[in-house]
């Protein structure tokens, strides 16, 4: 038996997180035991870490590592995760998101872990941060590709990107996309009206929904202009924002602002997203950068269609015109027109909706454990040939 260490800096309500869960349960037991260690998640940050418990994960909380950099804690974070790494002695270490990802990296290969493998899940390579702060990070990434045995991404668009960045080399690269369970998106018929009932809206009111946190690079804030500009073509549009983050606060502000107020429904995280879906005319997704996003196939696995901006691998998920819409980041307009196109258009949207569901079949659990098993097996391998040569 093989034993896999998976490292993420929190277990947040999230793509990462979702993935990570479903690969540190999913895994053959009979060939791989696994630990799952993970940090802190910030104030307004739903938490899994209970859902990972009751899947029976062996956790491994380390609060220092999180996912803000702090050059004490981060000291520590990489001296208690040193001791963890060396008193497991794992075959893989596999890490997630960046910070996870560069002390995680750095750890496996001080401790001589035989295999290390990083996936990127998206990253943070624009439009988070300062010119100077990505270059760092760039460069940083570059150093930590040549101590990484293999670098997961989730479409071919995003190792095309990564590549241009100069982070590592094609060989080292994998492109295994997302899996994710989603037999509770499939069933969703006799679960439509239960939200729309808790909202008091009509099985005819338009409800257009957007399940992000609330963050900047999500970018509501073109969501919510959008919204503004569709209210004055379909009035009676209602909106629900899923999700929480340090960005609310200002977003109701905006909603203020806009007059639009009245027409949004924030109720924070929900767990319950196959009600949420069952009832939406449409989903949306405004960011500025992208991996490959869970909502996107969820809603297409409850088989809504899709208008979103054109960012990392999403039009990997949406063909434009058959499963929804890919509109630029940043254009209210554009992204108000594509709204306004599905909910004016039934015959349309019910096709592109249909499309969603056929599409979605890719996006299965069952299929990524398979692929990250397979690969595991086939660097385990190389890595004991490596070895014998060496003999």
Do not use: C
Not at 23 to 48: D, P, Q, R, V
Not at 213 to 229: E, G
Not at 280 to 286: D, R
């Amino acid at each position: 038996m093989k034993k896999v260490v998976h490292i993420i800096a929190r277990l947040n309500v999230g793509g990462p997180a979702i993935y990570t869960t479903i690969l540190s349960s999913g895994l053959n037991k009979e060939k791989f035991s696994t630990a799952l260690i993970y940090g802190a998640e910030g104030e307004s940050e739903g938490s899994m870490a209970q859902e990972a418990e009751k899947r029976g994960i062996d956790l491994i909380f380390l609060p220092e590592l999180g996912r803000e950099l702090h050059p004490l804690r981060d000291m520590i974070t990489f001296l208690k995760l040193f001791w963890i790494i060396r008193k497991i002695k794992p075959d893989i270490v596999h890490t997630h998101t960046a910070k996870a990802g560069a002390i995680g990296r750095l750890v496996g290969w001080l401790a001589g872990v035989p295999v290390i493998i990083h996936t990127f899940h998206g990253h943070v390579l624009h439009s988070y941060f300062s010119p100077a702060k990505t270059k760092l990070f760039i460069l940083i990434e570059r150093l930590l590709a040549r101590i990484t045995d293999r670098i997961i991404v989730l479409t071919s668009s995003q190792k095309r990107e990564i590549l241009e960045f100069g982070i590592g080399k094609e060989n080292k690269f994998s492109v295994i996309p997302l899996g994710l369970e989603l037999d509770k998106f499939y069933d969703i018929e006799g679960k439509r009206g239960i939200l729309r009932k808790e909202l008091g809206l009509s099985s005819k009111t338009p409800l257009i929904g957007i399940v992000a946190r609330l963050v900047p690079i999500k970018d509501h804030k073109t969501f919510f202009l959008s919204a503004q500009l569709l209210l004055k073509k379909i009035p009676e549009t209602k909106f629900i924002i899923v999700g929480d983050g340090p960005e609310r606060g200002d977003l109701e502000r905006l909603a203020e602002e806009l007059k639009i107020k009245d027409s949004l429904f924030l109720p924070g995280f929900r767990e319950d997203l196959d009600l949420i879906y069952a009832d939406l005319s449409l989903l949306v997704l405004s960011s500025l950068n992208e991996g490959l996003p869970t909502a996107i196939i969820e809603a297409q696995a409850s088989g809504k269609p899709v208008v979103s901006t054109n960012v990392g691998g999403v039009s990997e998920l949406i063909k434009d015109g058959e499963t929804g819409y890919l509109v630029p980041a940043k254009d209210p307009e554009m992204l108000a027109r594509a709204m306004e196109k599905i909910l004016k258009n039934q015959d349309i949207a019910k096709k592109m909706g249909e499309a969603s569901k056929e599409n979605s079949k890719k996006y299965r659990a069952e299929r990524l454990i398979k692929d990250i098993e397979n690969l595991y097996e086939s660097l385990i391998y190389t890595q004991k040939q490596q070895v014998y040569q060496k003999l």
